[in-house]
């Protein structure tokens, strides 16, 4: 029988992501909901072992399901990697009288999280937060659906200077394993080339993609990039390999960099952040442990948290299909 859960710890770790205030607030009411207590750790792992807690009830988190950011914090804990600092960890959470975890970050989070309750049974559920998207398990990481907003919207801006000028950009986006933003980004915004770290097409199909785009009479041009393509060229290289075969293009860099990270976030990220935090709550409650909480065709569904550490997210091929075609 698994031991029965009064309260609850809530934590956010690793990178921070749009949405993570919305999970935090989720979490808290769900427990509210069912009459048990919940309390925020402050700084992820790393005020887990040091008990910087604070008692979070419904109204705690009033007006924060439309800030970017969390207002837990996050960091990253290189003491939680040690045997030694989740002993203390475990400590603080048994003299708190915290019976459970609620962990919100990526992968690294997730394994923290899996050792954890492997070496001291604490019951753990994962929300993946990321603006990544590359976690196993989930269609949609909180703050993906955000940041593929904020790309778009300052690609757009991007574009109008860019076609004044007749102007090449190469802006790099985030995702140095995976390239959703890049990809989702790319086609949304129209952009002419996407680079991305799952497909090396290799730079001459680059240059030959720029040259019938000249030929076809546009008046700019963006090639969107991710941060792990595999050119191997940074965009700066990438812009002057470019100028050096194509000088009839002048062309300009821009790294959107943390900025994707972070306002308000979407409608989408909200909503899936409440739906994510309800479920989190209600299998702690089940007695389940060791589980993320993901969304598949729109449902909530549950992954083995060792299979969403281990497991790959792929992108959809068929939307690098839709891209080429769009760039006729
Ligand atoms: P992001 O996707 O933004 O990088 P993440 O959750 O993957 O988020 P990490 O920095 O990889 O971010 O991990 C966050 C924290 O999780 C680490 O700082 C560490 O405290 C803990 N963690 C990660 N891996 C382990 C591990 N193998 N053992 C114990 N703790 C770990």
């Known amino acids: 029988m698994p031991k029965k859960i009064f309260k609850i710890g809530v934590l956010t770790s690793g990178g921070d992501a749009p949405g993570m205030n919305a999970a935090i607030r989720s979490v808290v009411r769900t427990c509210a909901h069912y009459s048990i207590e ?23 988190v009033s007006n924060i399901i439309n800030h970017g950011g969390t207002i837990l914090k996050s960091a990253r804990s290189k003491e939680f990697r040690t045997i030694a600092g989740r002993q203390i960890a475990f400590e603080k959470m048994q003299e708190a009288e915290i019976d459970a975890l609620v ?43 955000t940041a593929l907003n904020t790309v778009v919207e300052v690609i757009d801006k991007i574009r109008d200077t860019a076609s004044s000028h007749n102007r090449l950009f190469i802006v790099e986006v985030m995702g140095r394993d995976a390239g959703f933003i ?21 730079l001459d199909r680059m240059l030959e993609s720029l040259k019938r785009s000249k030929r076809s009479g546009k008046s700019s041009s963006i090639v969107v990039v991710s941060e792990g393509e595999k050119s191997g060229k940074s965009v700066f290289e990438l812009a002057k390999f470019v ?7 002048e062309t300009r860099v821009s790294v959107l960099g943390h900025m994707q990270r972070g306002g308000s976030p979407s ?49 959809d ?6 891209s080429d075609i769009m760039g006729v």
């Open 103 to 145: 962990v919100i970050g990526g992968d690294g989070s997730f394994t923290g999280a899996l050792i954890f309750n492997q070496e001291f049974g604490i019951p753990v559920i994962g929300i993946p937060g990321t603006i990544d998207n590359d976690i196993y398990g989930t269609d949609y990481t909180l703050g993906y659906d």
């Open 243 to 249: 100028e050096e075969n194509l000088p009839e293009y």
């Open 38 to 60: 919940c309390v925020g750790i402050y700084r992820g792992y790393e005020g887990l072992i040091e008990g910087d807690f604070k008692a979070m009830e419904a109204r705690s």
């Open 267 to 315: 409608c989408f990220d909200r909503v899936l952040a409440s739906r994510m935090g309800v479920k989190a709550v209600e299998l702690l409650l089940d007695g389940k442990s060791n589980l993320m909480v993901g969304i598949k065709n729109n449902k909530i569904e549950t992954t083995e948290l060792s299979k969403a550490i281990k497991g790959t997210h792929h992108i």
């Open 182 to 202: 890049a990809l989702n980004a790319g086609v949304g915004a129209g952009a002419e080339e996407i680079l991305i770290p799952e497909e090396d097409l290799g």
């Open 317 to 322: 091929k068929e939307l690098i299909r839709v």
